[in-house]
């Protein structure tokens, strides 16, 4: 591990920058129209190019695969569609002597109901796992013991007549809850993550890492004021309650620590975790990774929604500024469960390309750590797919008010001229557009115009510059649709100024700013009073 410039052990995961690949859709080497984990081996070169620091993987586990991987029936295994175990071990060493980090998908709040666990539990109310999954009585009249909702729709409870309980669910019927509050389920999940870092990967993603405990007593929750005055709008009934008691639950601090406890373990390891918690997310993720004994890190969804203006993102960095006084978050503009970033923010006359190469540079200039998602360094938009070739169980019962998450799951373009864009010699598991076929990587390579171009070129930028990796920010008002802050540290005082409008805008430079060097080519060299951006431009500077 490399030091700091105090001397002391520099932390990899402060300011790093992580790749997400979703491994059914990275690179198939079977023919059989699913990507796996030689496939991700093979194309690990591409992503160590872009100059990013950590790999994290999508689930890959046993999976009967009714949520694609996020129902885990062995945590100790590779789905065969995936490949072996020994497969993920080569791909872990040639990480490795790339000088990437291998982060895994950790799913520990459900199992799949396919699951040997689960299994047991269901088969009576006295086996050994009977108590390791949350189950609970009928009320009087055979209904529901609460009115939880499942993220994915309908009543997070599902009638089982060998127990004749209910048991709760906060995704799909197969994705039972495990009991957080049996410790001995706490030690099972635990000696699963024992078994990964003893193959050498180097940290985790917590999926939905606030859902683990609910509430003993089962209270229901309350309805959000705007939906009982029925302005609410949203598609999912799940987004009509406060969810005060099926999740973030106060013993999770408690479970967290046992989590860090066995990751400190262990050199040079961390996680970072998800966190899904409407009205709450900022203040839960300074829960979760303050005091430096829980999480290093989490990521919310506040920047992954359709909002895009200097406004937006200035309120939530700020919002967590303010609400994180020792923690670290992980920013991320696209991944597996939501509309591609490019197509959420281009305007009707806009061009992806610009939003495209306009992103990686706020990104890269945010502070904190930031997550990629495949094909974003290629300008991919979210692909329009047909009812008949939807995979996502959210698309297909919600459709046509949600049409799922499969538009931003398609296969990654690598060759222009190869069928099915070099992803598989089969039929893809989903379509492969042709719009993103015209953006193939090898189309891209060379090209110093391109979007990938872009992401390498500022992700060096980056590296090359303390101050973006792990300074201080500070904002400076502007007016209009233009972001401005300081970034400082190592050394360094950077000034970031972006126009976020579809036109022109200048920027006046503070009166007391002192000097400013350009450090982008090409870019304005900040020796006017004023600034002058174009449409989606950005300015990076040198402070004296």
């Not at 694609?68 to 100790?76: A, K, N, Q, T």
């Not at 410790?183 to 993550?193: G, R």
């Not at 829980?294 to 203006?309: A, N, V």
Request: proline share 5%.
């Amino acid at each position: 591990m490399a030091d700091d410039n105090t001397g002391q052990k520099a932390e990899w995961w402060r300011g790093c920058v992580i790749y997400q690949v979703y491994p059914r859709s990275f690179q198939d080497t079977t023919g059989d129209g699913s990507g796996d984990l030689k496939g991700i081996t093979a194309r690990l070169a591409h992503i160590a190019s872009l100059g990013v620091d950590a790999v994290w993987l999508s689930p890959f586990f046993k999976s009967p695969m009714a949520d694609m991987g996020y129902d885990v029936s062995d945590y100790r295994d590779v789905d065969p569609m995936f490949g072996s175990l020994e497969d993920f071990d080569a791909l872990v060493a040639e990480a490795h002597r790339l000088g990437l980090k291998i982060v895994i998908d950790q799913v520990l709040s459900h199992s799949s109901d396919k699951h040997e666990w689960f299994v047991e539990s269901r088969a009576s109310r006295d086996n050994p796992k009977a108590d390791w999954y949350v189950w609970a009585d009928t009320k009087p009249d055979g209904n529901a013991p609460n009115n939880w909702l499942s993220v994915f729709g309908g009543p997070s409870w599902e009638w089982d007549s060998t127990r004749r309980q209910y048991y709760m669910h906060n995704f799909l019927a197969s994705q039972p809850d495990l009991n957080f509050h049996n410790p001995e389920v706490q030690d099972a999940l635990l000696d699963t993550v024992r078994f990964w870092l003893e193959r050498g990967v180097d940290g985790f993603r917590l999926d939905t890492v606030n859902y683990y405990f609910h509430d003993r007593w089962l209270r229901s929750n309350p309805p959000l004021a705007s939906s009982v005055a029925g302005t609410n709008g949203e598609t999912n009934t799940y987004l009509y309650q406060e969810h005060l008691f099926d999740k973030t639950q106060p013993e999770n601090l408690a479970f967290l620590r046992r989590f860090r406890a066995l990751l400190d373990e262990y050199e040079d390891r961390a996680a970072v975790g998800e966190i899904g918690d409407e009205g709450r997310s900022l203040q839960t993720l300074a829960a979760y990774t303050s005091g430096g004994d829980k999480l290093q890190m989490c990521y919310t969804f506040d920047l992954l929604g359709s909002q895009f203006s200097a406004a937006h993102v200035r309120g939530c960095v700020e919002a967590f500024e303010h609400a994180v006084a020792d923690g670290w978050v992980c920013w991320a503009f696209s991944n597996h469960d939501v509309v591609r970033h490019v197509s959420r923010w281009t305007r009707p006359d806009g061009a992806t390309d610009a939003v495209a190469k306009f992103s990686i540079m706020l990104l890269a200039c945010l502070r904190g750590s930031i997550c990629l998602y495949q094909g974003e360094e290629l300008g991919l938009e979210e692909a329009e797919l047909a009812y008949e070739d939807l995979r996502d169980p959210v698309g297909i019962r919600f459709w046509p008010g949600v049409k799922g998450r499969d538009g931003c799951r398609t296969p990654m373009a690598w060759e222009i001229g190869a069928d099915n864009a070099g992803f598989s010699t089969g039929k893809p598991w989903l379509p492969v557009p042709a719009s993103h076929r015209a953006r193939a990587a090898d189309a891209q390579n060379g090209d110093e115009q391109s979007v990938l171009s872009a992401y390498r070129s500022t992700l060096a930028l980056r590296r090359r510059h303390p101050a973006l990796v792990s300074g201080s920010i500070r904002f400076l008002d502007a007016e209009g649709d233009v972001l401005a802050f300081i970034r400082e540290g190592g050394g360094q005082r950077l000034l970031c100024v972006f126009n976020f409008a579809g036109e022109p805008a200048n920027w006046a430079l503070p009166p007391d700013i002192g000097a400013v060097a350009a450090v982008l080519a090409g870019a304005a060299t900040g020796e006017e009073e004023a600034l002058p951006l174009p449409a989606l431009g950005c300015f990076l500077g040198r402070l004296d």
